[in-house]
C-alpha cells in the first residue's frame, strides 16, 4: 500500500510539473504573438511616417474621378477636387457628323422659302445651352441668314434630342445650303462639325429690323446697366413686325456677334405669349422663364432694356409694358 501511495504522488507531481510547464509555454507563445503584432502596428506608422506616400497628379476628368472626387452630373460630366479645382469629361465628337444629328426638314434638294422651318434630332453633344447655331447660305458661299436652333427635351443626354428652328434669309432666287453646326464653345478645331443640306432658295420681300444686346467690350464692366446696342436682322415681310423683332432678340446673339462682343442677358427658352400695340402702348407677355434664375439690379435692368429698345424703334410704339403671365407688377425684381 505504500508503495501504491509513493507512486500516486509521484504521477501527480509529474502531470503538475508537466501542467505548470504547459502553462509557461502558453503564455510565453502568447506574449510572444502579442509581441509580434506591436511591432507589426509600430512598422507601419513607421513608415507611414518616413517613406512618402506616392503622389497622385491630377491633371484630367479621368485621373480626378480616380482618386476619388466629386463627380458632378452635368453633361458633360465635371469632376470637383477638395481646392474646388474642376475638371470637365472630353466627349470625342463622332468622325461622321451624320451619326450625331438627323435632319428631317428640309429635305435634301428641296425648295424653300423665308423662313426656312428646319426640324430634326441630335444627341446631346451637339448642343450647349440646349442650343446650336444654324445658317443659311446662298450659291456663292455668302451667308445669308442665321439663326439658332433649341431642343425640345433635355439636352444633357448622350441620345437623340428633337430639334426646332426658324430661321429667315434676305433676298436670293438661286441655290444654297442650310448649314446646322455643332455648338463649340471651347473654340477649339477639332470640336468643330456641321452638316450641310442643299436645298434651292425662293426669292423673298424682306425688312430690317434691330434687336438690342449688351456688349462687355463697348461698355466695360457695365458701367451703365440699360446700355444695349442694336444688331440688324433680316426678316420676311410682314405686318407683325414688332413681333418679328421680339422672336429675334429671344433667339439671342449669333457666333459671329457673340465673337465680337455682343450677349443677352435674356434666359434661353424664354416663349413670347402676346404682344398687342394699342395707343402706343406696346403690350408684351412672356412666360415665367424670363425670370427664372433671374438676380441682381443690374441683370434685371439689362432685360427690360432689351425688350424695351427693341419695341421703342417702331415708331407707333411710345411705351411699354412688360408681363409676365399677364402680372406686370412685381416682376424682374433685383
Known amino acids: 500500500m505504500r508503495l501504491l501511495a509513493y507512486r500516486s504522488s509521484l504521477n501527480i507531481g509529474y502531470f503538475k510539473r508537466n501542467l505548470i510547464t504547459h502553462t509557461i509555454m502558453t503564455r510565453n507563445s502568447f506574449l510572444v504573438f502579442l509581441g509580434g ?80 422651318r428646319i426640324s430634326g434630332e441630335a444627341r446631346g453633344v451637339w448642343f450647349f445651352e440646349g442650343s446650336f447655331p444654324i445658317e443659311i447660305k446662298d450659291g456663292s458661299g ?42 463649340n464653345p471651347s473654340g477649339l478645331p477639332e470640336n468643330d462639325q456641321q452638316v450641310r443640306v442643299p436645298v434651292i432658295l425662293q426669292g423673298s420681300k ?28 433680316e426678316s420676311p415681310e410682314t405686318q407683325a413686325v ?42 408684351v407677355d412672356f412666360d415665367a422663364a424670363l425670370e427664372k434664375g433671374v438676380g441682381g439690379s443690374c441683370r434685371t435692368a439689362f432685360i427690360r432694356s432689351q425688350i424695351e429698345k427693341t419695341l421703342l424703334q417702331f415708331p407707333t410704339v411710345k411705351s411699354v409694358v412688360i408681363s409676365i403671365d399677364g402680372k406686370s407688377e412685381d416682376i424682374l425684381q433685383p
Not at 51 to 74: R, Y
Not at 209 to 230: E, H, I, Q, W
Not at 250 to 278: A, D, F, H, M
Open 37 to 116: 503584432i506591436v511591432l507589426i502596428i509600430f512598422g507601419y506608422f513607421l513608415i507611414r511616417e518616413y517613406i512618402p506616400a506616392k503622389t497622385v497628379v491630377i491633371t484630367d476628368f479621368s485621373s480626378c474621378v480616380a482618386a476619388g472626387n466629386v463627380v458632378l452630373e452635368s453633361y458633360p460630366r465635371q469632376c470637383r477636387m477638395t481646392n474646388g479645382t474642376m475638371f470637365k469629361e472630353t466627349i470625342q465628337p463622332s468622325e461622321n457628323p451624320n451619326e450625331s444629328i438627323h435632319v428631317v426638314s428640309p429635305a435634301s434638294g428641296s425648295t424653300v422659302k423665308s423662313p426656312v
Open 142 to 183: 455668302k451667308t445669308i441668314g442665321q439663326g439658332i436652333a433649341r431642343a425640345d427635351g433635355e439636352w444633357m443626354t448622350s441620345n437623340f434630342v428633337p430639334f426646332t428652328a426658324e430661321v429667315a434669309y434676305s433676298d436670293a432666287a438661286n441655290g444654297g445650303e442650310v448649314v446646322l453646326m455643332r455648338d
Open 242 to 283: 414688332a413681333r418679328v423683332a421680339i422672336l429675334q432678340l429671344l433667339e439671342g446673339p449669333s457666333v459671329n456677334e457673340k465673337v465680337n462682343g455682343y450677349e443677352t442677358t435674356i434666359n434661353p427658352g424664354v416663349k413670347l405669349q402676346k404682344l398687342t400695340i394699342v395707343d402706343g402702348v406696346a403690350k
Open 206 to 233: 424682306t425688312l430690317s429690323v434691330n434687336v438690342y444686346f449688351s456688349n462687355l467690350n463697348k461698355n466695360p464692366g457695365a458701367a451703365d446697366c440699360t446700355l444695349v446696342y442694336p444688331v440688324g436682322r
